[in-house]
């Protein structure tokens, strides 16, 4: 089954970078980097994405809501 599958290997990464990091010191660094370009993004997407839910979900100082696409 592809869920059961797909949840198998993703218990498995955690090993695979283990030894992907231990292969040699430049692979640990570029695991490190990659995994912190990552975050980054991911973070960064994230705040922007609560910005916009937090701005659609308050009222505008000047009486009335604000309509979608004005």
Partial sequence: MFVQELFESILRLPGEFAGVAAHDPLSAVLLAVGALIVLG?????????????????TPTPGGEPRQPGR
């Avoid at 997407?45 to 701005?55: N, S, T």
């Fill in 41 to 57: 993004t991911v973070g960064f997407v994230g705040y922007l994405l609560l910005g916009v839910v937090a701005e659609l979900l």
